[in-house]
């Protein structure tokens, strides 16, 4: 019996894509859930079932979006520093291969938002900017900052990346290297929270050779 | 490949649409029964959460595969799927506090040669798939899980759901198809569930069931050690 879908090979490039890049990010949540317990941190079930949850409302605004309607967040008060300390925590089963320097204020750093989909959209720029790094055995660095606005940068000192390729991430079927997972639908979906929360997400060459991400809100 | 986002293939969306609809359902009703697990002060069982998201990743890597057409490379081994059975039913226990699940296993142990994710995976979909509908159409809802033993190994799952009309059942199976617009899911599990099958050289069909719903059955083969 054959079992091919009745579709276009365009249909099925774009399947294909979001099917491989979603296998990648549940393996990686299962690597992350299998961390947690195996390090017996506190409360490791609770945020095994936080990175759960986070990755199934993915899914569920992703598919709000395919109907056309737009994302909505119920914005509460959210301390982005424990948001941030969450994600570095979960990342460090795969930073092992590239150092992670974390640069955070001592104190809380308030802003309204959905802290569930910011763990999210964090999660999936520090996963690629880690992996990018890992893959050149290179360093990568996490900082929040208050100036005039709140930014979070996510960058590395490489592999080097051209700008032509840069302009690419966000691009549903992207990738950074063929030897690295997809991340375009992943970081489709941050570019909508982060718009969300009225910020912006930008992608430049690191001054160290590599990849510089910026989250900023206003 | 890149990809507009503005510029989709329209079945692409559709497909997308419809397969986010299933797994978005998926995962908030793992978290919902881990949620109520917690709030009714029972132990979080992660060693299930965790087979189910194993099995959950393979599927999503399976898929594009099976789309182009290509064969699955299955890790076989004899599996006990009275075992498996009693595992998935032990997984939903949650959301069978809600729907009575019945389970009755005529051969005990039953084995096959099969690949343990998959089948998991296969199986735990059929009976989701028979929770879901039969939650959410009726308040009396009621499932029945039942493997015996004959030529071959059968496991059939029975509910008193919707059931398909006599004109769809040979398109269940087919990734574009919904029959109900109410209720999140697609035809991605089953179609899944078909290739996962068909490839340990067993089958999945479907029927009206005794219940009144819909009656899965899934056969696979005796594991060759205990037909020898």
């Known amino acids: 019996m054959s079992h091919s879908l009745d579709a276009n090979h365009e249909t099925l490039d774009v399947l294909r894509s979001f099917l491989t890049e979603n296998a990648h990010i549940l393996g990686n949540l299962v690597m992350e859930v299998e961390q947690c317990l195996q390090e017996s941190r506190p409360n490791a079930k609770e945020q095994a079932v936080r990175v759960l949850h986070a990755y199934s409302l993915q899914l569920t605004d992703l598919s709000l979006f395919f109907e056309g309607e737009v994302l909505e967040i119920y914005p509460r008060p959210v301390d982005l520093v424990i948001v941030v300390r969450d994600v570095v925590r979960m990342l460090a089963a795969r930073c092992e291969e ?28 520090a996963e690629m900017v880690c992996a990018h790094a890992a893959y050149g055995e290179h360093e990568m660095f996490i900082a929040l900052e208050r100036g005039e606005g709140l930014r979070i940068t996510l ?32 970081l489709l979906y941050a570019q909508q929270v982060v718009a969300a929360h009225h910020g912006t997400i930008q992608y430049t060459q690191s001054p160290a050779g590599g990849l510089h991400v910026q989250v900023s809100f206003s | 490949m890149l990809f507009h986002i503005d510029r989709l293939p329209a079945e692409a969306t559709r497909l997308l649409r419809l397969f ?28 299930m959460v965790l087979r189910l998201l194993r099995a959950y990743s393979v599927q999503l890597a399976d898929l594009p595969l099976l789309m182009d057409e290509q064969p699955l490379s299955l890790y076989r081994r004899p599996l006990d799927l009275a075992a498996m059975l009693r595992a998935v039913e032990g997984s939903m226990r949650a ?29 735990w979909l059929c009976v989701e798939n028979a929770n879901l509908y039969t939650t959410y159409i009726r308040d009396d809802g009621e499932v029945q899980l039942h493997l015996e033993v ?37 035809g991605w599990s089953l179609f899944y569930a078909r290739c996962v099958l068909e490839a340990h050289g067993g089958a999945l069909a479907f029927e009206e069931s005794p219940l009144g719903g ?13 037909t020898a």
């Open chain 1, 98 to 125: 590239a150092s992670c320097h974390v640069s955070m204020p001592p104190s809380p750093i308030w802003i309204r938002g959905d802290s569930e989909r910011l763990f999210r959209v964090f999660l999936i720029l």
């Open chain 1, 155 to 186: 960058s590395n000192t490489g592999p080097a990346i051209s700008e032509e390729r840069i302009a690419l991430l966000g691009s549903p079927g992207h990738r950074l290297h063929q030897d690295l997972p997809h991340e375009g639908w992943a």
């Open chain 2, 20 to 47: 986010l609809a299933g797994s978005s359902h998926t995962l908030s009703n793992l978290v919902m029964d881990l949620d109520y697990a917690a709030q009714e002060g029972k132990p979080t069982d992660m060693e």
């Open chain 2, 95 to 123: 959301r069978f506090e809600r729907v009575p699940c019945a389970l009755r296993i005529l051969s005990d142990p039953a084995w096959i040669d099969g690949d343990e994710t998959r089948l998991y995976r296969v199986i």
């Open chain 2, 150 to 186: 004959g030529a071959c190994v059968s496991v059939l799952i029975d509910d008193n759901g919707p059931g398909v009309p006599a004109l769809y059942l040979a398109q269940l199976g087919t990734p574009s198809l919904r029959l109900y617009d109410e209720i999140p899911g697609s």
């Open chain 2, 214 to 226: 819909l009656r899965v059955r899934i056969t696979l083969p005796h594991a060759v050690a205990s």
